[in-house]
């Protein structure tokens, strides 16, 4: 096409195609359905043979939900799911704490030398590759001969779980006014109560999406803890882990489709929590 | 805020402590030690002896032959040139599907495109492992890809046609995990673009090829390279999809690493190769420190 | 224990004090070489550079500068938001300097309104007052009041979000004012708003003053309205005061040539002085003009002096009617009045503001030749 074909308005032209607006690159469509599909084919399917009644996964023979109630009924596998939740709701618990002060002293604080030392610090977890990590932490366990079962796993997660948490409670910090705060003082209200009033109520969106990133992480996580975990202190996904590596059954696949299922309802969630309610942000 | 009084500094460092405190006790020192302990002799079953050798390092270039002459070898090399290749192909393979659909969502009304990077986000936090052991199912041998070959009989009994514990299985799984890394910055920097200066690019009469490849690629640049670095970087050091999907053969060099420190039991030589790993993340991420600061620097002087 | 002494032992709402500004025997507020400096070294800011003067109780103060030179600084100083560098500020002849912000008997209004978004506007309002630990009768009884003050009563159980601009300002105003502050400080409330609603406010910001008594300290850069609201008017410029007076000296009698130009339209005149009489003297232009001037401190033989003229004091007849004949050079319409260039042979043009007060009134046209007529009264020497 010439610059010349470009003037002559095309529509005005009988019999010439209407030419599309730029961004309408035909296909583009399809594309995105095609990636979509992409995304989730390989999860639904993973979830469809979690209810094949056979016991060779890829052979289809009838529907039925036995491996679930098998999945459910495994003591090995009850446990692994309960050191998961101890892990993750500890590591939360823990590492929200320390990022909530962490962000509040970095955004409220004043400018101080070390500050950009100190981000960098705090989202050093972000950067380092997790095998490397997880074998640093291994290592570092094993030379000062710290052995405190599940408590080691809690260390790592809480560690790697603090700069998820940090990020979004600092960029609601970072887009809160601070006049508000200084509104609460002018209105006699000490430091501790302009945080416990006006700080703490509007931070609390943040403090939550910190919480469910950190924990849906900790969930999440496998190599630091294939690496870090005793033999008795297996999450659920190094269990996962192991059923794959004795060979592939429906079982493995109800108890992943557990977990799958219980990520995506923990990221909804989030995600509704944190969107922005319309009129919100009228400042 | 400039004179905080004293016991505002006070409190600031007491709010701090715990976070810094806990990151550098166990992440800082951690790697610091596994520094150290890459430069010093393996026990047999685990473990060092705290001798300095340089080793492991050695290792990784030359095999020490039994009359304690060192030979050029290429083993390592491999696995190192392997990573880097299959890190490459992810971050392309990414990049090519990555922009348009990135692109197509940019483009939505507001209300669906939330939508759009919602249906995104979802798999991305969703487990890794779980969604990489979905892939063996779909390439594996007698997987959902081969039925159709083997009920029309086009493959035999015992025969497949060799998806799995590939280069190319590795390709895939990275892809797919870590796609949504590349969507989500290329659809940031999108959102952004003004689509007015692509009509006045039209308006200008550049063609369309033109107006893509002068305005829209360079608006959309910092995006681009932010998701090739967040694709590139983890697929470098992945462990679980070389693990699941390239068996024992095909190691990158998480799985060596994680080798080193289960079943060969030689933690100097895992721990180099970590320090290795670790120092191609920071090289990249210290270039891109650099590709950015020089965009904001262009940004003010404009 | 009540947590401020000031603000525990406040007068209740509506107190019937007589409400004449400006009456009250202490100063609410004395100012003494008050500076304030942002950073150190080369790129220290010195955003106050010794501020002096004195605020009366009951005072509707406004603090008038262009942007920058200093008004919320200073403002924030007062609400100890900032710690001044230097000087001293007295509250009632209390020095308040090391006074922190939620002890002062002080409030403010601020220019984005700063509501709580997550309180509604009774909770807002009560806020202060729930600070200070008063009974809880009091704080229902107090805000009830407060809100009807500023005519909000009917919204006290919405969200700040769900008021409009206006609204939320009325309501930024009534959690100032509830805890019944001896001063409040207002930094450009009016900004955010649409002009007829601000044109609204002024009037009823003026009146919720002199209801309540208490000192006003209102920040804007809009000259309009600080002579329309004001008692007192501080100019500022690049962090100094340049004068301090009511609206009228201000206007009519600006302390210096800056004060002149940022109130208003002015002429300036570069002239000699040629003689004096009295407070009158008889002044040269460059252009050769002889003319007659109000200089009280002028010397006789002083050159390079600025005289300065407002444009609608200069009045305009048939050539030759006045002190000195001029063409009109440029004219703008403006409905109510006519804004004209007159040469007069000067370095500059004569700008000359003419009201249409009869609908038959000769129009002028560019090219007109006028006599231009300067009473002496109207024509000032400036202080440089
Ligand atoms: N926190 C700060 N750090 C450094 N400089 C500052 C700070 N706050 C204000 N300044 C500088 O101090 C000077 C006075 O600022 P101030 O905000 O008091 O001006 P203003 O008169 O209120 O202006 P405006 O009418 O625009 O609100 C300005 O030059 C400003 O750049
Ligand atoms: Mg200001």
């Not at chain 1, 690159?25 to 989730?40: D, I, S």
Request: hydrophobic share 50%; aromatic share 8%.
């Amino acid at each position: 096409m010439t610059a010349q074909d470009d003037i002559v308005p095309a529509a005005a032209l009988p019999g010439t195609k209407v030419r599309r607006a730029f961004g309408e690159v035909p296909g583009l469509k399809t594309l995105a359905f095609c990636f979509l599909a992409f995304l989730y084919l390989p999860i639904g399917v993973l979830v469809a043979y979690s209810f094949n009644e056979g016991n060779i996964v890829m052979v289809w023979t009838g529907f039925s939900t036995d491996w679930y109630a098998q999945a459910l009924a495994d003591a090995d596998i009850r446990k692994a799911a309960m050191n998961s939740l101890i892990v993750a709701v500890s590591a939360t618990a823990i590492s929200t704490t320390c990022a909530t002060l962490a962000a509040l002293a970095l955004a409220r604080g004043g400018a101080f030398r070390g500050k950009v030392a100190l981000l960098g610090l705090i989202s050093l977890p972000l950067m380092v590759p997790e095998i490397v990590t997880a074998v640093a932490t291994l290592v570092f366990f094993s030379s000062i001969g710290l052995r405190l079962g599940l408590g080691n796993v809690i260390i790592a997660h809480t560690t790697f779980c603090i700069p998820f948490a940090f990020m979004p409670i600092r960029a609601r910090l970072e887009g809160m006014d601070t006049t508000l705060e200084q509104a609460s003082r002018d209105l006699y209200a000490s430091d501790w109560e302009t945080f416990r009033l006006v700080t703490l109520p509007l931070l609390m969106p943040g403090v939550l999406a910190g919480a469910m990133l950190a924990f849906v992480i900790s969930m999440d996580d496998f190599i630091i803890t294939l690496m870090v975990a005793g033999a008795g202190d297996t999450t659920l996904p190094v269990y996962i882990y192991s059923m794959i590596r004795q060979g592939i059954t429906p079982e493995v696949n109800a108890v992943s489709s557990i977990l799958l299922l219980f990520s995506i309802a923990m990221v909804t969630a989030y995600w509704f929590t944190t969107r922005q309610k319309p009129g919100r942000n009228i400042h | 805020m400039a004179n905080l009084p004293e016991n505002a500094t006070l409190r600031r460092s007491l709010a701090l402590g715990p976070a810094v405190l806990i990151v550098g006790a166990f992440m800082l020192v951690p790697v610091a030690i596994m520094g150290v302990y890459s430069f010093l002799e393996a026990k047999s079953f685990g473990g060092v002896t705290w001798s300095f050798s340089g080793d492991a390092y050695v290792q990784l270039f030359y095999e020490r032959l039994l009359d304690d002459s060192l030979r050029l070898s290429s083993g390592y090399l491999i696995i190192i040139a392997r990573s880097f290749f299959l890190a490459l192909v992810a971050t392309v393979s990414c990049l090519i599907v990555g922009f348009p659909v990135a692109w197509f969502i940019a483009r939505r009304p507001l209300g669906q495109r939330n939508m759009w990077i919602l249906l995104i986000t979802i798999p991305f936090w969703t487990n890794q492992l779980v969604r990489t052991f979905a892939w063996i199912i779909i390439l594996g041998r007698n997987g959902v890809i081969e039925a159709p070959f083997r009920w029309a009989g086009l493959l035999g009994e015992g025969e497949t046609l060799g998806l799995m514990y590939s280069d190319f299985a590795i390709a895939v799984g990275l892809t797919y995990t870590f796609i949504p890394l590349m969507v989500l910055p290329i659809y940031a920097s999108l959102e952004k673009l003004d689509f007015s200066l692509v009509e006045a690019g039209a308006d200008l009469y550049s063609s369309r090829w033109e107006t893509f490849s002068r305005i829209v690629i360079p608006l959309s640049k910092p995006g681009i390279v932010a998701g090739c670095l967040l694709v590139f970087i983890p697929s470098l050091g992945a462990f679980i999809q070389p693990d699941l999907l390239g068996g024992g053969k095909k190691l990158m060099l998480g799985t060596l690493v994680q080798f080193q420190f289960s079943t060969a039991r030689n933690w100097p030589f895992g721990s180099a190769i970590a320090m290795i790993l670790l120092a191609f993340v920071i090289a990249f991420l210290m270039l891109y420190a650099r590709a950015a600061r020089g965009a904001k620097a262009m940004e003010m002087r404009r | 224990m009540p947590r401020t002494p000031e603000a525990a032992t406040v007068t209740p709402l509506h107190s019937d004090m007589p409400s004449r500004p400006g009456t009250g025997a202490a100063p609410a507020i004395v100012l003494e070489d008050v500076r304030k400096t942002y950073g150190r070294g080369a790129s220290a800011v010195q955003a106050l550079r010794g501020i002096s003067f004195e605020i009366r109780d009951n005072e509707f103060f406004t603090l008038l500068g262009p942007s920058g030179c200093g008004k919320t600084t200073l403002l924030r100083a007062l609400a100890g938001f900032e710690h001044a560098t230097g000087g001293t500020i007295r509250l009632f002849g209390q020095n308040i300097m090391d006074v922190s912000a939620h002890r002062r008997p002080v409030n403010t209004v601020f220019q984005h309104y700063a509501l709580f978004p997550h309180m509604t506007v009774a909770e807002n309002v009560a806020y202060g007052l729930r600070r200070l630990r008063r009974p809880a009768d009091e704080i229902a009884a107090a805000v009830a009041e407060t809100l009807r003050l500023v005519k909000m009563e009917t919204f006290a159980d919405r969200r700040p979000t769900q008021l409009s601009g206006g609204q939320q300002q009325r309501v930024a105003l009534a959690r100032a004012l509830a805890p019944h502050p001896k001063v409040l400080l207002l930094d450009e409330p009016l900004s955010a708003l649409d002009l007829k609603l601000r044109q609204a406010m002024r009037q009823e910001l003026k009146q919720i003053q002199a209801k309540t008594g208490i000192t006003f300290i209102f920040v804007t850069h809009d000259q309009d309205e600080a002579l329309s609201m004001s008692d007192r008017i501080a100019v500022m410029s690049d962090g100094l005061v340049q004068q301090v007076g009511t609206p009228t000296e201000i206007y009519e009698r600006p302390a210096n040539r800056f004060v002149a130009g940022f109130v208003g339209d002015a002429n300036f005149i570069k002239a000699a002085i040629m003689s004096r009489a009295n407070t009158e003297v008889t002044c040269k232009t460059i252009g050769g003009l002889e003319l007659r001037a109000d200089g009280k401190k002028a010397r006789a033989g002083q050159r390079d002096v600025t005289l300065f003229l407002r444009p609608e004091k200069v009045r305009l007849g048939a050539p030759g009617q006045g002190s000195v004949d001029g063409v009109v050079a440029t004219l703008q319409y403006l409905g109510n009045a006519c804004l004209m260039e007159v040469d007069i042979g000067e370095a500059t043009p004569l700008l000359v503001s003419e009201r249409i007060a009869d609908v038959d009134q000769p129009r002028r046209a560019a090219g007109d030749r006028v006599g231009v007529k300067l009473d002496p009264r109207s024509l000032q020497v400036l202080e440089e």
